[in-house]
């Protein structure tokens, strides 16, 4: 079965810093892949995909992931991050084959130090 | 605008009283999905509709029901709430199941909490 491991659970950064978020998944097939966000009060809303092409992908607020295919991973990055990136960021996975199925992480809840 | 929209968004109720939460979305998307999300645990699928009167189970399906009659709707169903599906829910939607068409749509969110 599909599964996405998130392994930090709460990551404190200063502004400033930089930022990487783990997220691994276990398929061995092709995947798409995705970050969302909430911020806080708000609904999730989509950061970046990844369907094919491009291993690096480009997101919304100066935020990025790379697909890793050896490594089944698709970490999030972001290399200053600013205060209103405080939120919470799951990384979800969807196998084209098992069609409907997209399965979510447990989430990784970002808080910044003004 | 194109969104979808949850009812109610918060709901405060007690264990055995049938409830229904509704969620429609304005985009003409074929599939539709229910998550729960609590802590810890991320969000979890809870049923999922890949059109009109296609419906299938999720993860944790048990306690809930679903229906698509029309496109635009899909509601949850809790027949009996009990305690442990207190909540937080999100109904989301997307142009299609299919690879590319994927990419979800989400609602507010609706509190739930079953006494």
């Known amino acids: 079965a599909q599964s996405v491991s998130q392994h930090n659970h709460h990551v404190i950064l200063s502004e400033a810093a930089s930022l990487e978020l783990g997220c691994n998944y276990s398929?061995?097939?092709?995947?798409?892949l995705f970050w969302y966000v909430q911020y806080p009060g708000q609904h999730l809303q989509l950061l970046l995909k990844?369907?094919?092409?491009?291993?690096l992908v480009k997101g919304i607020k100066g935020f990025e992931a790379e697909f890793i295919k050896s490594k089944f991973s698709f970490n999030l990055r972001k290399p200053s991050v600013q205060w209103s990136d405080t939120a919470e960021y799951f990384c979800?996975?969807?196998?084209?084959?098992?069609?409907?199925?997209?399965?979510f992480g447990s989430g990784t809840r970002l808080s910044i130090r003004p | 605008e194109a969104q979808v929209t949850q009812n109610p968004r918060y709901l405060i109720t007690v264990t055995g009283k049938k409830l229904t939460v509704t969620c429609s979305q304005n985009?003409?998307?074929?599939?539709m999905s229910w998550y729960r999300q609590d802590p810890g645990l991320g969000l979890r699928q809870i049923y999922y509709?890949?059109?009109?009167?296609?419906?299938d189970k999720g993860d944790v399906p048990e306690g809930y029901k679903v229906s698509r009659k029309e496109k635009r709707n899909f509601p949850l169903i809790l027949e009996s709430p009990s305690p442990n599906q207190t909540s937080l829910y999100f109904c989301?939607?997307?142009?299609?199941?299919?690879?590319?068409?994927?990419?979800?749509?989400f609602g507010a969110g609706s509190r739930l909490t079953v006494l």
């Open positions: 979800a996975v969807n196998a084209p084959s098992s069609a409907s199925k997209i399965i």
């Open positions: 985009m003409n998307h074929e599939y």
């Open positions: 989301a939607s997307s142009l299609s199941y299919r690879a590319g068409a994927n990419v979800l749509t």
């Open positions: 398929y061995g097939g092709t995947v798409n």
């Open positions: 990844y369907f094919s092409g491009d291993p």
């Open positions: 509709s890949m059109n009109v009167e296609v419906t």
